[in-house]
């Protein structure tokens, strides 16, 4: 199994960015996924996960409203479209999957996933 995640880049405050996880050797349709994120010097943080059994979703206060989660499955790939970006936003991106499928209150949990991409940076800066 292996995710690639691309997309990061460097973006002003107010921004928009589109990232994007194509995953090979697993199908992502039916499957939980979830974006992470790590900034310097903190923890990782889940940022939103959707459960593929009954396809609960749950985001991070700090992204509600901003963030949105999306799949197609033709391709096999899962977004996180991140819109009215923040300096606080600066982080490597991560996503990740999960053969299995995890309970709700695990699903922005790192502990809810075994599978998980390179990350890829996102720096939101003037």
């Known amino acids: 199994v292996q995710l690639q995640a691309s997309g990061g880049g460097l973006i002003q405050p107010g921004g928009s960015l589109t990232l994007s996880c194509t995953a090979s050797?697993?199908?992502?349709?039916?499957?939980?996924v979830a974006w992470f994120r790590q900034a310097p010097g903190k923890e990782r943080e889940g940022v939103v996960g959707?459960?593929?059994?009954?396809?609960?979703?749950v985001y991070a206060d700090s992204v509600k409203g901003r963030f949105t989660i999306s799949r197609d499955n033709a391709k096999n790939t899962v977004y996180l479209r991140m819109n009215n970006l923040k300096p606080e936003d600066t982080a490597v991106y991560y996503c990740?999957?999960?053969?299995?499928?995890?309970?709700?209150?695990?699903?922005?949990?790192?502990?809810?996933?075994?599978?998980w991409g390179q990350g890829t940076l996102v720096t939101v800066s003037s």
């Open positions: 050797g697993f199908t992502l349709a039916s499957s939980s």
């Open positions: 959707i459960r593929g059994g009954d396809r609960r979703t």
């Open positions: 990740a999957t999960s053969s299995g499928n995890p309970i709700y209150q695990n699903l922005l949990r790192p502990i809810g996933y075994n599978f």
